[in-house]
């Protein structure tokens, strides 16, 4: 599904983003040296590159090369500094959206800084997507079974570093979060990623533009908890209202509120959300901290 062309002209600030775009893998693993361990490792079961982009991609008018945008297999994995191990590991995985890269994403919506915030004790993985291109496709993510090879590497890769005190551990609840066009790659992976069992939530940051069917199955399924806030110009305010409005013919019970007005007890005790926000778009992630209080009032727990 196409993104409305407001995402065309939806630029970071060109400070962050020149800034992002200079990271390298080490200056990203020293940057959150206070916080934690940031760990920037290649993983062969990352989105890209993948067949589908092996000749870049073109939207409207401009090309987007698969060298610039498709070829990054890039995947940050946050360990917080206090975190405890145990048999089981949790962790949340976030998708960016288009015009984005992984360093660009940590900085600008202070995903660490929130994920630390939480008190949460679980892991961050934010893999890179299409890199700073308004594209919303999940690469090898969107193969069957992508997701359950993803996750796989990314134990693996934890275990060989050294920074657990237990290598021994199992992976256990799972998270999935995304902004914008990170929507696509999610509802691939609750139809057909595998792991579906460990999926426990899905957070939609201003990014219910499709794949409703996908999400509806899951919750259904999975008695998960979906949180999807939206605002009235990003795109996301029709197919949101629908899906309310079919939730309310069913009989289905959902909780609705202004984001400002939503109570932690309501967000932990609701397993259907939906919170409209005044908010633009690209604020949804972190100006209220709505990342920080998705964590807190989820299934994981406290450090």
């Known amino acids: 599904m196409r993104l409305p062309s407001v995402f065309v002209s939806l630029i970071l600030s060109a400070g962050s983003l020149m800034a992002a775009d200079r990271a390298t893998a080490g200056d990203l693993e020293d940057r959150y040296e206070p916080l934690g361990k940031l760990l920037v490792r290649t993983f062969a079961s990352a989105p890209f590159p993948h067949p589908a982009r092996a000749d870049g991609h073109k939207y409207h008018d401009q090309f987007f090369s698969a060298q610039e945008h498709y070829s990054d297999s890039s995947v940050a994995l946050f360990v917080p500094k206090s975190f405890r191990p145990s048999d089981t590991i949790d962790f949340v995985l976030h998708f960016h959206g288009w015009n984005n890269n992984v360093a660009g994403t ?5 995903l660490v800084e929130q994920f630390c ?21 999940g690469g090898k993510l969107e193969d069957t079974n992508g ?121 932990r005790t609701n397993k259907l959300v939906f919170l409209h926000t005044d908010m633009v778009h690209d604020d949804v992630p972190a100006k209220r901290s709505t990342f920080a209080q998705f964590l807190k009032t989820s299934c994981l727990e406290n450090k």
């Open 147 to 267: 997701f359950t090879r993803f996750m796989t590497e990314a134990a693996a890769n934890l275990r060989a570093s050294g920074l657990l005190a237990r290598t021994n551990f199992e992976i256990g609840k799972l998270i999935l979060s995304g902004h914008s066009g990170g929507y696509h790659v999610m509802a691939a992976i609750l139809d057909h990623g595998g792991m579906s069992s460990y999926i426990k939530e899905v957070w939609l940051f201003d990014a219910l533009y499709g794949g409703t069917e996908n999400f509806v199955a899951w919750q259904k399924n999975s008695g998960g908890r979906m949180l999807d806030i939206y605002t009235d110009h990003g795109g996301t305010k029709d197919e949101t209202e629908k899906l309310m409005a079919s939730y309310k013919n069913s009989g289905a019970a959902y909780y609705a509120a202004e984001d400002s007005a939503a109570t932690e007890e309501s967000l």
């Open 106 to 110: 940590l900085e600008h919506y202070q």
């Open 117 to 137: 915030a939480s008190g949460k004790n679980a892991i961050l993985i934010v893999p890179e997507g299409p890199r700073n291109a308004p594209d919303s496709f």
